[in-house]
């Protein structure tokens, strides 16, 4: 095979591997995800397990079996903790799931942010993460405050 051919077959490879992945993203509307409630399941003098049930909503026409949640935390602008999850469900099309997440936090961590919330009214919070389907990212990020006055809110 001839220099010349090689070059043209790889530039097609490359071209159709761009262009897939960018088609996926046309076609694969990113899940929504609502956080709903945080449960204490269990609590020692080390650490406290929480349960987080999210509501995941799948915006698309066809079922998305999730295999990884990968989400980074951050409480005033700082990094707050790191989690990964493997076991998910399957997301139903055009269905909101309910999905638990054990996870565990150390008193260190939640000391941290303890003199914040002190006279605080309000917390602001990021979390952005990858929700992986088949082997593609669909990225999330979401941001806000948590009024502490009225935390139902």
């Keep these: ?29 990113s899940p929504v995800i609502d ?3 945080v449960k204490v399941v269990g609590a020692d003098l ?3 397990d929480l349960e987080l049930q999210l509501d995941i909503t799948n915006p698309n026409s066809f079922s998305l079996p999730l295999e990884k949640l990968e989400a980074n935390l951050d409480l005033y ?10 076991e998910l469900p399957t997301l139903q099309p055009n269905q909101k799931t309910s999905v638990k997440l054990p996870l ?7 000391l941290k942010i303890g ?7 309000q917390m ?6 990858l929700v992986i389907v088949k082997g593609f990212n669909i990225p999330f990020n979401k941001q806000g405050t948590v009024d502490l006055e009225h935390p139902d809110k």
């Excluded at 077959?9 to 960018?22: E, I, K």
């Excluded at 602008?77 to 493997?86: G, M, T, V």
């Design 1 to 29: 095979m001839t220099l010349r051919i090689r070059l043209y077959l790889m530039s097609a490879f490359l071209l159709m591997s761009v262009s897939c992945s960018d088609l996926l993203k046309q076609v694969v509307k």
């Design 35 to 37: 956080d709903r409630q």
């Design 46 to 48: 080390k650490k406290v």
């Design 77 to 86: 602008d700082k990094p707050f903790l790191s989690r990964r999850w493997q």
């Design 104 to 110: 565990t936090l150390e008193w260190q961590q939640l």
């Design 115 to 121: 003199t914040q919330l002190i006279g605080s009214r």
């Design 124 to 129: 602001p919070y990021s979390i952005k993460g």
